[in-house]
């Protein structure tokens, strides 16, 4: 704030000093400054620009060329080109000689279009004035409304408009907008201003101030432009159009612009343009409205007209939510002629377009015009049905309709959810990271026994805990969601959420849970057992009492028709990890073929699964401490079991405490120290797919070694898993290998940094590889997914982070690390001229943007959790679309 | 066992059965065996081979021929080849035409050499068998001693003896060896005829069995030998010879091998080849002997003859410690000949070898034979002072005595130790494994405020804890030595200790420890807090009271010639890792040229440090909550402190307990979301700097972000580190930058695998790069430093590892990721034409191993712990000197 006012003539001075980079240094001395045209208006007179100039134009003055070029009826105006703005920093923070020339003449042009005057006193012409780059930014300088009221033209305005507050109130709002963001005054002295104003009229609201009390405001307000500024507020339109351009020039070099380009990494911008654009007015009475629509129903996808409309108002409006607006079908009542014009914009947008828009219009005097245009977000429900019925009407063909479906919202249509309108009534009492999607409501138990014991009785229970851990599994099952205070969106409790479609919210930290007295505070209040909390797993909030859930469809009719081209175009085979048959039998009904990760330590707790495809058997992954009990009333019952004395099951207990469990004694590692675990395994899963052939079931099993770093461990196992497979078949007279013989491929999990390094060693002992990047993430980055809730807030908030590296693969490092492993893999496979499976099973199986990168990496499958099955295959059909 | 029983006639059969490799297999069908010449006979006649055939020769092959070569007294022989193995092979398991026909000719060659006769009665020929590749291999086929001896033979050797117990005893042992190595006879059949014959004679040892006895067992032998081959124990000499050389063929081909070369991954050779040699015999009464001897004093390095000799004895008995040995100045006494041939052998072979030899002789009636010569093991001291003076003597020059002494064994020679002599008498309790060298005695202290304040008493105490942390530094310092339960050579007390050069021995897992009753129960005995006990920090042995230890001297003499030499030759630098003046002092005494790694959260316990050099500051780095007390006691003072309650306190502790805390919230995590640590470091940093330029103390800093992972990271940590210099400097009207002005590089560990992976985006942030290979081993192999105790012993034992890659760097794996780095960061300031640096700071960095692959990664500098700088300082040269 002190440097805004210490900017003394104008902010431009400070914005083109800093702009002094090096390059722009350079080319000044070289005196290269390349501007072309400068100035392409858009109008009925002549559209100069067209949607392909986003680099010259800007995003938003590329859009309103389209916009013009298509006949919409749009307030006509110019955009001054990036160019100009580089040339503008060249030139040492000057406009490029003959742009206001060019400025000019497009004020001239506009002026006869519209029949208005710059400054008139009976007809004045107003503009916005607004910044956009190619890219959209946050930083730049915001819009200036109402540009062009001077003490003269206000009065042509109050006499146009026959509307003396509005007038006034506009040219309030301008020298408040101009001020502050042209000049850099400090608002509060205007904010001082009318609250002095206020207290004379004796009103609260802005809204309540009389007509003369603006007029007073309007003296004021210049006073303190004139103080701050050191000079009178401009009375010259054109003046003001002059400092408002340089003010936008400038603004691209502002601290927040740089800072953000510099984080997000975008480069090879020129700078920004500047769109002038004429005012056009929804509350010039009551002949006028304003509205905005989707061109189809966006919640259903139905192809009917659906929007809201207000009259005499403005556009902000029916955003803030003041005034109720109606319904669209009024519109047609009212102005039978605008509604007749808007139905042949919305055909016309759909046809340009070939997808539903999202629109904004204005109603001037009975007068259409369309203030923006863009693709209308939806639901997953409406995305499916408007990209299958524009099919059917040959808007769009089947790839274009795959490419168009969000692949992640499917999940959308699989799980319970509030809607919007019943989470209204609802006291949200913290927020959690939404885990796993759905709506779940219960009772409180806070640990796994009571879960389990009171679901047992009937009763609907929410299990909330710190975290989960494998020995809660049983609980977590019984309850009708999950809430815990730490972890991830791959903690424990969200990858087997997840992978249950159980309804999930992780990591809210605001939660303080005491176990032993069943209480639950946070924020000020507290729950016991009996209270009922909704927790909502797609946004994690967590909100008092029952909320209530609507359950959608399963697959069938245009969501299963997408399923099916998805099957047509996908290269890459969808399969599931599932533990369960219950899982198994779901996700075959989602459409997965095969298993792509069968944990069999998830196994304690279930019983048996799939037939006649691929069923990749992960061996024994964690660690031993895991499998013994940490409570002191299980470990005396272990204790008398065995023989033992408590003190030392307390002992071998507190031996196996590691301090850093994932780098610890487990995956293979369990397997070399402790063979007989392996060998007891492989015989289980031998013996199981000999009983499955005695039973004509063909089964496929695949052995899949976890955390496998080296080959050396590799090669001990395999020949462990060999000599295995061998003595349970001779023992059941069942062939090896050949030709109706049992063969059963052995791979390893690449998900240990050296493993992916290392791979084409670790290939020569591999029929398979399958990426667990969920570890393979955490020993990258150095990230514990069970721990990474402290700092990626704050990672992904500062933009050290784009997204959470365990929920989408970061393609340069980990994903760097597999397109490696994927080529010394495929390398080896070749030279040995031997077959070789690439697949992943990580929870980034699931996640549309990692399986695009997967599709480059060139892998036969992904694998995720049932619920995620028809994204994977949706996103696997966009992926080897785009490749 | 029972397949030995089975192998009739012969164990070859197996053995050439289980050979039928790919390639044997391939080439049999092709019918090309190349053998070319297959026997090469060494001896006074002729000498066909030479050192440089190991391939060919095995190892023992060529040894034997160089001896003789040089005119060495060695009883001839001769060596069947590695080819004429692999034609063995090759031909389906049968000796290759001729190969026995060119036998029957050497050993006529050798009976005129010799003027002995094989199966002769009055004097016959014996000969030694033993298998030899081109690399020593456990598991392959035992000598086979006294091959020749017959019922015949047997009386011929009595006779030329005068002894004829000797010569039953010898035959004796012949049926058995032959039995059992060559024939696959089961030893216990053997061993209960023993058991019979010593009955019957009322005798427990073999040495009391009367010569009457033994030949009974002859005859005894003869009989188990018929029973289990099927036939007679061949009277032949040659088919005695013909079945023993086929046994050495099919051994290499056994289970044992085959395993040991998968494992140790030993490819391209042949086979193995058989030594053929002439016995000579060193107990044919008192005109002959047996002797060991070093061609210098082993170890104190002294040019003096140093060995023992006894009287009438073979080798064996030596070796065995069954007679005491006398002094080798004896022997000159009694042979002053072959004393005064070993003289000359002496000097010719170290003229010969250019190094110390360790040899084995034989007297045999008044005549010296070479059995065999090596290089001799030595102590450090011993291998700096032969070093030195072989230069002096000009046998050498100064590199060749630079790459020859064990950079590692240098340790040596900076720490108190226990003599093995002073070792003789102790109870050696438990063994752990020896972290940190040195000899510590004391009594046991179970907490660190134990440790300190008995020690501040005057107390020498061993601190004995489960496993140490940083709270534990200040009792680790006041303690003598540090005894550990768990943990590995990296553990924190490991490298705390090594830093130190302090006594440390980790994970000795048998330990049971009782901290509150200060009791420590280890395999049934109970040590309390006035109990001694002594550790070797090298070996690991935990011993009961207290063992005198010996003080070696300091860098000076010899040992300062070599670290002179060492920085003649070495390429890269040798920093020190030190957080303390102490610790900066001893390492510039051991010649470090910088501080590459000063750990800031380390100066919680200590003070200030070095000058004129560069000095790397590491920004915090370990998890929050190792600054937070964990003790009762001491969180009530921290909430009486802050003014909170114990509750509160206790529920922040547990919210910063992390699951994985290496993989949690430290390192620039920390920085990035807590920049008031980060701000308040550098502004220390700068500040101590500017005062030092005040005080004429030419200050280096550079300052260091741990644990980077992306470039974002590290952009951000500059920007707020360069805001925060420039602010400092300006406060204190210092100049940055330029002539003059205060310069601080800035950059960044590379110890996360993604670091590695995306060292080209960091490079262009960094000033350098210091590769953490603690942390980067940790995370490239997922191994928790602090749990890999529970599986590393079992992973060396089973060969999934060959070292502790803690120890040692994986140069495939992890050095995998350094070199990629050291390229990737390498390109990019060249491009953008920077200085740039490139160091290491792990505890590889005094490694000799990784100091020779760091050489190759061309890195500018290492730095370690104080006491590891003169081993790296070598280790430098010797890389330098090999590139």
Redesign the interface.
């Known amino acids: 704030m002190a440097s805004k006012k210490k900017s003394k003539p104008s902010k431009q001075g400070k914005g083109a000093k800093s702009g002094k980079g090096k390059k722009s240094a350079k080319a000044a001395k070289t005196g290269k400054v390349k501007t072309g045209k400068m100035v392409f208006y858009f109008g009925e007179t002549k559209c100069e620009g067209h949607a392909g100039q986003k680099m010259l134009l800007g995003g938003k003055g590329a859009n309103l060329a389209d916009m013009v070029s298509i006949g919409l009826p749009v307030p006509p105006g110019f955009t001054i080109t990036t160019d100009t703005c580089a040339a503008y920093y060249d030139c040492g923070g000057k406009l490029p000689k003959g742009l206001m020339d060019d400025v000019r003449a497009n004020i001239r042009m506009l002026e006869k279009e519209l029949g208005k005057k710059f400054g008139s006193d009976t007809n004045p012409l107003l503009v916005s004035v607004r910044s956009g780059a190619a890219v959209s930014m946050p930083g730049m300088m915001d819009t200036v409304l109402n540009l062009g009221l001077t003490d003269k033209a206000v009065e042509g305005l109050a006499k146009g408009t026959g509307n003396r507050r509005f007038a006034f109130d506009a040219y309030r709002r301008l020298i408040n907008m101009f001020g502050d963001v042209v000049m850099g005054v400090d608002h509060h002295k205007f904010e001082h201003a009318f609250s002095a104003i206020k207290t004379k009229y004796g009103v609260k609201e802005d809204t309540q101030v009389p007509t003369e009390g603006l007029e007073e405001l309007v003296a004021a307000y210049k006073k303190v432009y004139k103080d701050q500024v050191g000079a009178d507020f401009p009375q010259d339109p054109l003046l003001q159009l002059e400092h408002a351009i340089k003010a936008v020039f400038s603004s691209w070099n502002g601290d927040r612009a740089i800072e953000y380009r ?2 997000q990494e975008i480069k090879g911008l020129n700078g920004t343009a500047v769109n002038v654009q004429a005012m056009a007015y929804g509350n010039m009475g009551d002949t006028s409205g304003t509205g905005v629509a989707f061109t189809r129903d966006n919640t259903t996808g139905e192809n009917v007209f659906y929007g809201e409309f207000l009259v005499n108002a403005q556009g902000e409006d029916v955003v803030a939510g003041i005034r109720t607006p109606e319904p669209i079908a009024m519109m047609e009542k009212r102005f039978p002629k605008a509604y007749a014009h808007l139905m042949k914009v919305r055909a016309k947008l759909e046809k340009h377009y070939k997808d539903m828009q999202d629109i904004e219009f204005t109603v001037e005097n009975g007068k259409l015009f369309m203030l923006q245009t863009r693709t209308g977000k939806r639901t997953a429900q409406a995305a499916v049905r408007i990209a299958v019925e524009m099919v059917k009407e040959k808007l769009i063909d089947e790839k274009t309709a795959i490419k168009r479906i969000p692949a992640g919202d499917l999940t959308q249509l699989l799980l319970p959810y509030f809607a919007a309108a019943d989470k209204k009534g609802a006291v949200t009492v913290t927020r959690g990271i939404g885990a796993s999607p759905g709506a779940a409501t219960g009772k409180l138990a806070f640990t796994a026994a009571e879960a389990v014991e009171r679901a047992h009785k009937g009763e609907k229970v929410l299990l909330v805990r710190k ?1 989960t851990s494998p020995e809660d599994v049983a609980g977590m099952h019984s309850a009708v969601g999950i809430l815990t205070s730490t972890g991830g969106k791959t903690s424990h409790a969200a990858v087997v959420a997840v992978g249950w479609g159980k309804c999930c919210v992780v990591g809210a930290g605001e939660l ?1 849970i005491d176990e032993k007295a069943g209480k639950l505070h946070v924020n000020g209040r507290t729950f016991g057992r009996d209270d009922v909390l909704s927790i909502d797993g797609a946004t994690g909030e967590v909100m008092v009492g029952a909320v209530k859930a609507t359950i959608p469809e399963k697959i069938s009719g245009d969501f299963a028709k997408v399923m099916d081209w998805s099957t047509k175009h996908a290269e890459m085979k969808v399969r599931t990890n599932a533990d369960s048959p219950e899982d198994a039998r779901r996700a075959r009904e989602f459409g997965a073929v095969g298993i792509g990760l069968c944990r069999t330590e998830h196994m304690f707790f279930g019983g048996d699964r799939m037939d006649g495809l691929p069923v990749t058997v992960r061996l024994l992954d964690p660690p031993l401490h895991e499998f013994v009990p940490h409570e002191e009333k299980q470990q005396a019952e272990l204790a008398r079991e065995m023989g033992l004395s408590l003190e030392q099951v307390k ?1 071998r207990v507190s031996q196996l405490h ?8 487990r995956g293979c ?1 369990l397997a ?2 402790y063979p007989e675990i392996l060998r007891m395994q492989i015989r289980a899963i031998v013996e199981a797919a000999i009983e499955c052939r005695a039973k004509k079931v063909d089964a496929r099993p695949e052995i899949m070694h976890p ?1 496998v ?2 080959k ?2 590799l ?2 196992l395999r020949k462990w898993t060999e000599e295995t497979i061998q003595q349970v078949c001779a023992e059941k007279g069942v062939k090896v290998g050949g030709k109706n013989g049992l063969d059963i491929p052995i791979g390893t999990m690449i ?4 493993a992916a ?2 791979a084409d ?1 670790i290939a020569e002992c591999a029929d398979f590889f399958s990426y667990g990047t969920n ?1 393979l993430t ?7 997914r ?2 990474i809730g ?2 990626l807030p ?2 992904l908030e ?4 784009e997204k959470d590296p365990f929920q989408s693969i ?1 393609t ?3 994903g ?2 597999v397109k490696m492993a994927c080529e010394k893999g495929r390398a080896v496979a070749k030279a040995e001229k031997k077959a070789f499976k690439l697949g992943v099973c990580g929870e980034h199986g699931g996640d549309p943007a990692s399986i695009a990168f997967f599709q480059k990496c060139g892998l036969d499958y992904v694998s995720c959790s049932p619920f995620r099955v028809p994204v994977a295959r949706l996103a696997a059909a966009q992926a080897a679309l785009k490749s």
């Open positions: 510099r984080i975290e303080s002992r590691e301090a850093n469990p994932m780098l610890g004694h590692r070399i120290t955390l770093g080296t050396k461990e090669a001990l998900e240990i940094p050296r390094v290392t060693e570890d955490q020993m990258t980055f150095g990230y514990s069970d721990d402290s700092f704050a990672y500062k933009g050290m982070l970061d340069v490092g980990v760097g690390l």
